[in-house]
Structure formats: C-alpha cells, structure tokens
C-alpha cells in the first residue's frame, strides 16, 4: 500500500480551498485503490490549521520552521524532493495555483516523476493514473496517461470539485524539523501586497454584471454599465477588458483578478475560460450571453442565451425601464 501525497497550501495562516478539493479528490482514489491518504503541511511553528487537516487524511507529515511560514518555492521544492525520496508516494497532488506551479514542475525534473499539469478530474487505470485536461481553451476534454514510472505528480485545477468529507480519518500526525543540511534558497519572501479594492469591491457584490471581450470596444462599456445600475449591480469582467484598459484591474474575475460569490452573475460576451471560471466557482446563479453556442461558459451556467449580447443587454433596459 503506497501513499497518496497532498501538499497543503495556505496563505495568511488560512488554508486554501484547494487543499481540501485536492484531498477530497485523493480520498475518492484512496478509497478505489486503497492507498494511504498523506497530508503534507509544511509551514511555521504550531500551525493552528493542523487540526483543520488531519480529519482529511490517513496521516499528516509535518515540517515547522520559521522559514516555513510564508511560502517559499525552493524550500517546497527540496523538502518534497526529500520527503518523496524517503516514502516512495504513489502519486503527489499539488494545486494548480501559483503556489504549486512556483515549484511542481522543479520537483517533477529533480525527483523524476512524470507531471501532469492543470487536470481537471483523476481515476486510477491498471494500476497508473489517467488525467483528464482541457485542451483547445476548454472546447475540448482529452484523457492522458503517463509513461510507466514509481511514482507521479498531478497539479489540480482550482474549484474542480466541491469537496465533501464523506469519512472521518485517523489524522495520525508526525512532526519532524528541517533537515540541517538544506540547500540555502534563492527566493526569499518579502511581503504580500493585497490589491486595492478600489471604488467597488466586486467580491462583496449580490449581482455582478460581468463583461467580456465579446463586449467589442471600450464605448459600449458605458451601456452595460447603464444596465448594471438599472439592475441594482456592480460590472465586473474578464482579463482582455482589463488589459485592454476598458476597466480598471479591481473588477477583474478570476485567478489572477477575484474571486466572488454574488446571488447572480451574469456573464456577457465571455467564452469561459478556466481561469474566468475559477471565480465564479462561488456564485449562485449563473446566466451566460455568448453567441457562440458552444463557449466553455454554458458548461457552467444555470440558464444561456445563445445571441448578441446587445440585443439582450438593450431588451432588459427597455423592461426594466418601462
Ligand atoms: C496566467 C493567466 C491568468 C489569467 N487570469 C485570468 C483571470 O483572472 N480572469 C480572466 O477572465 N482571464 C484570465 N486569463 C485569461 C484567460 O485565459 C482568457 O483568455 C480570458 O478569460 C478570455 O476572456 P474573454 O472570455 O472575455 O474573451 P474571449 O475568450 O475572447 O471570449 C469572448 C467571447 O465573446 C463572445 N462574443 C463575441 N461577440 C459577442 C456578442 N456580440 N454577443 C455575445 N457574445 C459575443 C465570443 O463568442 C467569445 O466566446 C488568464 C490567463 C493566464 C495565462
């Protein structure tokens, strides 16, 4: 019976929820193939979210050390090489997030494990994993196998999974230092700098009217926003209208914007792209425009409309107005 390997990920003294949809997916392998459920936590002194971990998993290994606290890619990267050597893990979950890719890929060249970057959804298949990835911007599903190897390592896309404890496990914890003889990091922490909220903050917002590059040019933003006000919400987009200047970066969603949870959000002229999607993983209901009818976004909307978007957009002023 060999070990299934999730590296925690935490920020600001709070796990992140991709910790607990990575655990979720390892137990789901765990119980089909009946390896060991291992939890990695590698952080400062006493982590107070131990105790939010161990009921995830069969055993947490954890390394405390000041230089620990904040995250540092090639401590992650020696550590893990280290901890992979010594136990042999099956197959190693690491977040697809900033945090993961700073180092999985390093630790799959340093350790020779084969990587599967971005999956989506994992089974377990004679023994070797498959991975399923999104290919052609999420048109497009493909399943991968790896070359035959001892061990493997998988980062998981955000907000793939709500996860859900469907058993309680033993949660044995072993704590160990760092070893004396790690390499000294290139990186170094230096703060974090929180973006600014702006005039809106578009993750407190009920109702989120949220452009994309469908939008066109820079004049009709003015007319969305006029629907947005009708309608008693804030305008929110995607990256391209951001980069092109059209809004300012604080209505940016998505992973590298924000994440939100308003009641409704309503997506024009968005296509859907993955990193669009992780920031809506928390909304209610979600109602798509697009004329193409096969966008990425209709997967993950509640109700879409296959048309332009203007004509929608002006259709709701002239019934909200009248
Ligand atoms: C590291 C990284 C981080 C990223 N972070 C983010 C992020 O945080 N947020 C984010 O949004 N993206 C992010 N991206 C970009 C992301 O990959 C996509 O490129 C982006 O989300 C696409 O934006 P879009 O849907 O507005 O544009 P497009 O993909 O170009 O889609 C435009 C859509 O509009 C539709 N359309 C066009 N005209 C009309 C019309 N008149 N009526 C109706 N529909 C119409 C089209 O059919 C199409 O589906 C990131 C990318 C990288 C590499």
């Known amino acids: 019976m060999a070990d299934i390997f999730v590296v925690v990920e935490h920020r600001k003294g709070e796990v992140r929820d991709i910790t607990f949809e990575m655990l979720f997916k390892a137990s789901e392998l765990c119980k089909e193939s009946s390896h060991n459920l291992t939890a990695i936590l590698l952080g400062g002194r006493d982590s107070a979210f131990l105790d939010d971990i161990a009921p995830w998993a069969d055993r947490v290994i954890t390394l405390e050390d000041e230089r620990l606290e904040n995250y540092n890619p090639d401590l992650y990267k ?14 190693t979950f690491i977040g697809h997030t900033s945090f993961g890719m700073g180092f999985a890929p390093a630790l799959s060249v340093k350790s020779g494990y084969p990587i599967a970057t971005d999956c989506i959804d994992i089974l377990i298949d004679n023994g070797r994993p498959m991975v399923t990835r999104q290919i052609y911007n999420g048109k497009v599903f493909s399943k991968d196998s790896f070359r035959e190897s001892e061990g493997y ?14 058993e309680e496990r033993r949660g044995e914890v072993f704590k160990s230092e760092l070893p004396p003889d790690l390499p000294e990091p290139r990186q170094e922490f230096m703060e ?19 452009i994309g590059r469908g939008i ?7 007319t969305v926003k006029e629907l947005a006000d009708l309608l008693g919400g804030v305008i929110s987009c995607s990256r391209p209208v951001v980069d092109k200047n059209w809004l300012p970066s604080y209505h940016q969603v998505g992973t590298s914007g924000k994440s939100v949870k308003p009641k409704v959000y309503l997506a024009l002229g968005i296509s859907g792209a993955f990193q669009h999607v992780a920031g809506i993983a928390g909304a209610g209901t979600v109602i798509a425009v697009n004329k193409d009818k096969k966008a990425p976004i209709f997967r993950v909307s509640d109700y879409g409309i296959v ?8 259709a709701l002023k002239v019934k909200l107005s009248g």
Request: glycine letters at 4%; hydrophobic letters at 45%.
């Open 307 to 314: 048309d332009d978007l203007f004509k929608v957009v002006e």
């Open 192 to 210: 974090f700098v929180e973006a600014g909220a702006g005039e809106v903050d578009i993750s407190q917002a009920d109702l989120l009217v949220s």
């Open 153 to 166: 390592i998988i980062t998981l896309r955000q907000a793939v999974c709500t996860p859900e404890k469907t």
């Open 216 to 222: 066109g040019e820079e004049e009709n933003v003015a």
């Open 78 to 91: 020696e550590i893990l090489h280290r901890l992979i050597q010594k136990h042999h893990p099956f197959l």
